[in-house]
């Protein structure tokens, strides 16, 4: 039901009815980019009502801060998901969510997370499969970490203990992969 | 458009899409884009890419969440447009609201202290009065034991007197002067001791000008014993001067503090020993 009520505009048109400040591009953004941005911010925090939290916060963020995204920038979702990005990890590294326990290092989360999120949210994840035959683990590995997980590519190659021009080089060939996939 | 194909394959744009280059290689990669078309292109097929990859990892956040994070935004919403004089007034009322509540709590907790303090000053003084009360009675209470120690003490003396065979009384009798009054003298020659019993006195109450004085006739000189008051309520025995021997005891009225010889016309009674 609520499926045939979400609301799809072009980007366009959803940047000019944003800029203008109407009520029904808060809708349209909402149901076009929530479940793109709480996929990401799920798989950075782990426990789902910080996650749905930080959505909040994200698209606060987004409405008050929209004036300083432009077109020439790059895609919307670029830069919302960037917003979304810092967000959850401004989250789990501050005080109080330490503090609560809550959290499992994030180094022991990167597979975890996926790997709980794909059997608990399966339905929502058709397609999937296709994208993970499509890319090799290893890429798929690397785009996660930078992604999903906030690392820069200096601390994913630390991590993964492989040379910084590897890591640069593998990341691309995901993308390309993905690319090819997409297209 | 080899240096080209060398930049966008250095996997720069990539990063820049995933947010991880430093500010000066942003500004490089936005700088490039807008020089190049071809760069342009490949960072939008990047964004694509990168975009699809959430889609398909997108996870449907629950239906309550949308009207929730809906409601706060187009609650903004209505601030920032629609009703802006509200929105003031709204703020304002929460502005007001919080120090009105710690306001009210000091107000009952002075409120509570104030009439605690009242409560207090009042047992206080019911009890100050009490206490007061209490040592009124007290002191009563003393004062009538030390009275009735006192007698008690009296009575006993008088008793052991009574007791003692050394003592001899001797009633003398109202001379025509006076002929209803009465007194009696103890007189004890071993102990040199003369004693009155106030109590049995009967004798004309005198006035502040005059005294009785006790006499004793030793062989037929009068010797002075000192000099006593007459009183209704006079009682208990009261000791006189010491004297050895007595032939009689005689008692006249005086000018106060008595006199060197007794007044013979004012001799009220009489006795012999």
Redo the contacts between chains.
């Keep these: 039901m609520?499926k045939k009520r979400k609301i799809s505009l072009s980007e366009e048109e959803l940047v000019l009815s944003l800029q203008h400040?109407e009520?029904i591009a808060?809708?349209a953004l909402?149901?076009m980019y929530?479940?793109?941005?709480?996929?990401?911010i799920?798989?950075i925090i782990n426990d789902t009502a910080i996650a749905?939290d930080v959505?909040?916060e994200t698209?606060?963020k987004i409405?008050?801060s929209f004036s300083s995204y432009s077109t020439?920038?790059?895609?919307l979702?670029?830069w919302m998901?960037?917003i979304a990005?810092?967000l959850a990890i401004d989250k789990i590294r501050s005080k109080d969510f330490k503090n609560q326990n809550k959290n499992q290092e994030i180094e022991n989360n990167v597979t975890f997370i996926d790997e709980q999120?794909n059997t608990v949210?399966k339905p929502?994840?058709t397609?999937?499969k296709d994208?993970v035959q499509t890319l090799k683990p290893e890429q798929k590995l690397i785009?996660d970490l930078?992604?999903?997980k906030g690392y820069?590519?200096v601390e994913a190659a630390e991590e993964l203990g492989i040379p910084l021009g590897t890591i640069?080089?593998r990341?691309?060939m995901a993308?390309q992969e993905?690319?090819k996939h997409?297209n | 458009m080899e240096d080209l194909k060398a930049y966008i394959?250095?996997?720069i744009l990539?990063?820049y899409?995933?947010?991880?280059v430093t500010s000066a290689e942003k500004l490089q990669v936005?700088e490039m884009a807008?020089k190049h078309p071809a760069i342009k292109a490949e960072?939008?097929?990047?964004?694509?890419?990168?975009?699809?990859?959430?889609?398909?990892?997108?996870?449907?956040?629950?239906?309550q969440?949308?009207n929730?994070?809906?409601g706060?935004?187009?609650t903004?919403?209505g601030d920032?447009?629609n009703f802006p004089t509200q929105t003031h007034v709204e703020r304002e009322n929460v502005v007001v609201m919080q120090p009105g509540k710690e306001t009210n709590f000091y107000k009952y907790a002075f409120a509570a202290c104030l009439a605690l303090l009242i409560a207090s000053a009042v047992a206080l003084y019911n009890l100050y009065n009490r206490l007061n009360d209490t040592n009124t009675q007290l002191n009563a209470m003393q004062v009538q034991n030390q009275h009735f120690s006192t007698t008690v003490s009296a009575k006993d003396n008088e008793l052991n007197l009574l007791r003692d065979t050394s003592y001899k009384l001797i009633h003398l009798k109202g001379t025509a002067k006076s002929p209803e009054s009465i007194m009696t003298v103890a007189f004890s020659p071993s102990k040199q001791k003369v004693v009155i019993d106030m109590g049995s006195l009967k004798l004309p109450a005198n006035d502040k000008t005059h005294q009785y004085q006790l006499w004793a006739l030793v062989g037929g000189k009068p010797v002075d014993l000192g000099v006593f008051d007459s009183t209704v309520d006079s009682s208990g025995f009261k000791n006189m001067k010491a004297i050895a021997s007595a032939d009689a005891f005689a008692v006249t009225l005086e000018p106060r503090g008595g006199s060197a010889s007794p007044t013979l016309s004012e001799m009220m009674v009489l006795g012999k020993y």
Excluded: C, M
Aim: no cysteine.
């Design positions: 609520s400040r009520k808060v809708e909402y149901d929530s479940a793109s941005l709480f996929g990401v799920s798989r749905e959505l909040q698209f606060v409405w008050h020439e920038k790059g895609r979702f670029t998901v960037n990005r810092n999120r949210y929502e994840l397609g999937v994208l785009i930078v992604y999903f820069t590519h640069k080089t990341l691309r993308i993905l690319r997409f | 394959e250095s996997g990539e990063l899409v995933l947010g991880d936005e807008s960072l939008d097929e990047i964004e694509r890419s990168i975009e699809l990859y959430a889609e398909e990892n997108a996870i449907e956040p629950s239906e969440l949308r929730r994070i809906l706060s935004l187009l903004n919403f920032d447009n």
